[in-house]
């Protein structure tokens, strides 16, 4: 059975810091893997999907790379804003279906 | 972009009352889902649909039922709401696939 986990669940960093978040999954045997954000009160935002074949994708000053032996993902955010303050999830299919699992996800808190 | 609406932010309903949660997405995908957010269980599936007229359990279907008459709408039913299904109610749709996920807004329920 597919588990996936996000250490740390907390992060608090300053402003203009890059920093990693970390996802692992037990089951390499994946479709692709995407990466979320949501804050409080609302719904998910995609970032970020890598599709089993890709070893990274980039958006701006995101970049989620994908180490499918290993079972880790990572995701890079680069020169961090108090506008990053968010829970990052990140989630992988259970397989053919189309069903995802979530990680509990990382409360991320960008200090000014 | 992919838009999934989900028609309510907030709801106060009382316990017993029969409650729809609505879900539409404008670009034809085939998959819609339903999931509830809750603090430390993270995001659980509770049902999920790949075509019109067809339905699957989820993890805690328990208390819940869906209707998908049409491919773009796809509805939540508490048949009595309980004060345990207080809780952030997610929709989301997928092409299926590596196409990943779209999320709405999100609904917040409160049962009293």
């Known amino acids: 059975k597919q588990e996936v986990t996000q250490i740390p669940a907390a992060l608090s960093v300053p402003e203009g810091e890059n920093l990693v978040l970390n996802c692992s999954f037990t089951?390499?045997?994946?479709?692709?893997l995407q990466w979320f954000r949501q804050d409080p009160g609302k719904g998910l935002t995609s970032l970020l999907l890598?599709?089993?074949?890709?070893r990274e994708q980039t958006s701006g000053r995101l970049n989620a790379s994908l180490d499918k032996s290993s079972g880790r993902s990572t995701l890079y955010i680069a020169a961090s804003q108090p506008g990053d303050s968010a829970t990052y999830l990140c989630?992988?299919?259970?397989?053919?279906?189309?069903?995802?699992?979530f990680g509990k996800g990382t409360r991320l808190h960008i200090l000014p | 972009d992919v838009k999934v609406t989900q028609s309510s932010r907030y709801l106060v309903k009382r316990t017993g009352e029969k409650v729809f949660l609505e879900c539409v997405q404008d670009m034809d995908h085939e998959n819609m889902f339903w999931y509830r957010q809750d603090p430390g269980l993270g995001l659980r599936l509770i049902y999920f649909?790949?075509?019109?007229?067809?339905?699957e359990k989820g993890d805690i279907p328990e208390g819940y039922s869906v209707s998908r008459e049409k491919k773009e709408r796809f509805s939540l039913i508490l048949e009595s709401a309980s004060t345990n299904q207080t809780s952030m109610y997610l929709c989301a749709s997928s092409l299926g696939g590596t196409g990943g996920y779209t999320f709405g807004s999100g609904t917040r329920l409160t049962v009293v």
């Open positions: 890598i599709q089993s074949s890709q």
């Open positions: 089951d390499s045997a994946i479709y692709n």
């Open positions: 649909s790949y075509d019109v007229k067809m339905k």
């Open positions: 989630a992988v299919p259970m397989n053919r279906d189309d069903k995802i699992i």
